[in-house]
Nanobody
Framework: QVPPVESGGGLAQAGDSLRLSCATS????????FGWCRQGPGKERELVAT???????NYADSVKGRFTISRDSAKKTVYLQMNSLKRETTDVYCC????????????WGQGTQVTVSA
């Protein structure tokens, strides 16, 4: 799968909001799960939000209630609305698609840097 193009990151202050976009060329199947991940220097990639083709979502405890993942099938774009940003939100955010066995199907893109200051 072609890597996605993530955008929307930047510098924000604690309490602000950002909306990330993940433009893809993926052809979705019913078993696919779209997700946003985060990865910082020296840390493992962490899945923070997922959405299935049917629309059900799931979130890591660290972002539950603050982040919202959504998908526009016509635009083949996955979004991550990030509210109430915290300093610990700072990371590179990336997106990908998994199959039913949780295997990542696409090459990883460049990601988009989110930096939150106090």
């Amino acid at each position: 799968q072609v890597p996605p193009v993530e955008s929307g990151g930047g510098l924000a202050q604690a309490g602000d909001s950002l909306r990330l976009s993940c433009a893809t060329s993926w052809r979705p199947y019913s078993s696919h799960v779209f997700g946003w991940c985060r990865q910082g220097p020296g840390k493992e990639r962490e899945l923070v939000a997922t959405i299935v083709v049917g629309g059900s979502t799931n979130y890591a405890d660290s972002v539950k209630g603050r982040f919202t993942i959504s998908r526009d099938s016509a635009k083949k774009t996955v979004y991550l609305q990030m509210n109430s940003l915290k300093r610990e939100t700072t990371d590179v955010y990336c997106c990908n698609v998994q199959d039913g066995d949780k295997n990542y199907l696409a090459y990883w893109g460049q990601g988009t840097q989110v930096t939150v200051s106090a």
